[in-house]
């Protein structure tokens, strides 16, 4: 199923639980201010974005000739999505998109890098046919205009949803940005922010509260929340993770592209984020609980020991005694 085909209803509901509280919070801050007691001003609220899975654009970071096309990709050029050149250029395209799935770097040919702003998560194609069809957060945002909010109080945090957490970090400092983004909108609104994940923006925004205790003294980690974090909404949260990444790793989904499933399958295989999204146990963990944080290398990789009981139990995760993936080592022929 296409990213964007699944998502109005669970950002109306979003936008609908916000402005439920925010209505709400008007009314106790009347009835607060009619009784004497201390005010808090819910207009001094921002309101910040995690996107999901494949919901931000992505642009290349190179010079790329593609052959027998009348279409290159140049700095800047949209890679995710820009269905012109994934039609009549797939190879190169698929050069810009894949990644090396041992260590997450780019192609030696094209690298790609997220779009910032809200422009970056509102549609991934815009234009007259592909922009409706590619909607993300653009209804969302056009609510929130409506209902009189300030181009100020909503930011967007897009991230590149190919790479594993450690690797946002390592190579693009993300938590670092989104612990600023928060100290930023409190410094600019006056007051803390509301947080809206989606999908697996909602893994993002959980490693980040687990990045955060390493970076700030436990006696101050939740003064930091209670400052900076108002409230948290989880839209379509794969907190246990989603089944439908079980299909798109083993057969491919092509989420509405022209592509076939194979070559989607190895796509989605090269992106160490797809491992975020699998399904797990609650008897299978990681062998050290610090690798989730740091690599000592960029060899190193990361593995899961199960329990006994993942194997016995007819209650464990999907039947891992039947299947067996090794992602790592699925190599595109691009790369050879």
Known sequence: ?????????????????????????????????????????????????????????????SVLDCPYSPFDFNPLDSVWLDSTKLFSAVNCWLKCML??????????????????????????????????????????????????????????????????????????????????????????????????????????????????????????????????IHAYFAVGAPLLGSTESVRATLSGTTSGLPITEGTARLMFNSFAASLWLLPFSKYCKADNVYWKHFFEGKAHINRQQCDEMEYSSDNSGWPTTLVSIEVRMLIHPLWT
């Not at 509901?13 to 005010?39: F, H, L």
């Not at 949803?161 to 612990?179: G, I, N, T």
Request: net charge negative.
């Open 99 to 228: 990644l090396d799935p041992y260590n997450q770097t780019d192609h030696p040919e094209c690298k790609s890098r997220p779009d910032s702003g809200l422009s970056a998560i509102t549609e991934l194609d815009p234009g007259y046919i592909t922009g409706p069809l590619s909607s993300i957060w653009k209804e969302w945002v056009k609510w929130c205009v409506d209902f009189g909010i300030e181009a100020n109080a909503i930011i967007a945090v897009p991230y590149d949803w190919r790479l594993p957490p450690s690797m946002l970090e390592e190579r693009d400092l993300y938590f670092h940005k989104l612990k600023l983004t928060f100290e930023i909108a409190l410094k600019l609104r006056g007051g803390p922010s509301l947080v809206f994940a989606h999908s697996m923006g909602n893994n993002v925004f959980r490693y980040f509260l687990e990045w955060l205790k390493l970076e700030i003294a436990p006696k101050h980690y939740i003064q930091w929340l209670d400052k900076h």
């Open 1 to 61: 199923m296409p990213p964007w085909r699944f998502r109005s209803g669970d950002l109306a509901c979003a936008m609908v639980i916000a402005v439920a509280t925010a209505t709400a919070a008007s009314v106790v801050v009347a009835a607060g201010a009619a009784d004497g007691e201390a005010e808090f001003d819910y207009r001094k609220l921002s309101g910040i974005i995690i996107p999901g899975f494949a919901s931000t654009q992505l642009r290349a970071w």
